[in-house]
């Protein structure tokens, strides 16, 4: 089974929304390992709408599993990064006007700034993954970067309305998947991911990693957060797709 990366980023949303010290996403972290998390991935945006600095330096010093820092490709952000020091860098295309990540990163476009971004992580020997579309050619960029692995947008699998427009997501993501494993590169993926969907893409052949955020938090406001990390990881380990249904 796949490793299972919480993102904690809208329980830091819910504690800006009154611009107070609470929920905290650092103890939100704590639970989320203690209900088997094998990562902790926050989104530290320029703009700072939701994960602070603060709260990076203490799940840095606090988080018993791997810590995934997702950031945009700025000189300013990758230098938080390298003093932060964390197991894993995941470079993402930001906009600031944007509710949540719209698409992957455009490797190819920008590759040069992409290349310096990752040539100062590995200076440091942090490992750097980059969240793109399942183009071929991102893949590709992503591989000729020499990234340590690539994070599949899993955005449209996820939308899609009917049985046909998902299968044929599911198949961009498995022929994305393999030439990410020809390109010696792990295979991670995220994005809209729930406790309905997801079990196709654990299934994904090499699957290594996969980073969830929004329905943990938002299926914990019903059960607690520890309970809704142990409910995502059976399943993204079961065969059953009627199995969420049983946990009702």
């Not at 490793?3 to 989320?32: K, M, S, Y």
């Not at 018993?64 to 860098?89: S, T």
């Not at 393999?178 to 729930?194: D, P, R, S, Y």
């Not at 938002?218 to 199995?243: H, P, W, Y």
């Amino acid at each position: 089974m796949p490793r299972l990366g919480v993102n904690i980023d809208h329980v830091a949303t819910l504690r800006q929304a009154r611009g107070g010290r609470e929920p905290d996403p650092v103890w939100a972290a704590v639970l989320a390992e203690l209900g088997g998390a094998d990562g902790i991935t926050v989104h530290l945006r320029e703009d700072r709408r939701h994960i602070q600095d603060r709260d990076v330096h203490l799940l840095r010093q606090t988080t018993q599993v791997r810590l995934n820092l997702e950031l945009a490709v700025e000189p300013e952000m990758v230098g938080l990064a390298l003093e932060l020091k964390p197991d894993q860098v995941t470079f993402v295309p930001e906009r600031r006007q944007e509710l949540t990540t719209e698409g992957g990163l455009d490797v190819v476009t920008h590759r040069i700034r992409v290349a310096e971004a990752m040539a100062r992580c590995r200076d440091q020997r942090i490992e750097v993954a980059l969240f793109i579309d399942p183009d071929p050619k991102q893949v590709e960029a992503a591989a000729t970067l020499g990234a340590d692995a690539v994070e599949l947008h899993t955005g449209r699998y996820a939308e899609a309305t009917d049985g046909a427009g998902r299968i044929r997501e599911l198949n961009a993501l498995e022929s994305a998947g393999t030439a990410t494993l020809a390109g010696g590169m792990e295979l991670h993926a995220g994005h809209g991911l729930n406790y309905q969907n997801v079990a196709a893409i654990a299934r994904l052949k090499h699957m290594k990693e996969l980073n969830i955020g929004h329905s943990i938090v938002s299926r914990a406001v019903f059960v607690g957060l520890s309970q809704a990390v142990r409910e995502m990881k059976e399943c993204m380990n079961s065969i059953d797709v009627d199995f969420f249904s049983n946990l009702r």
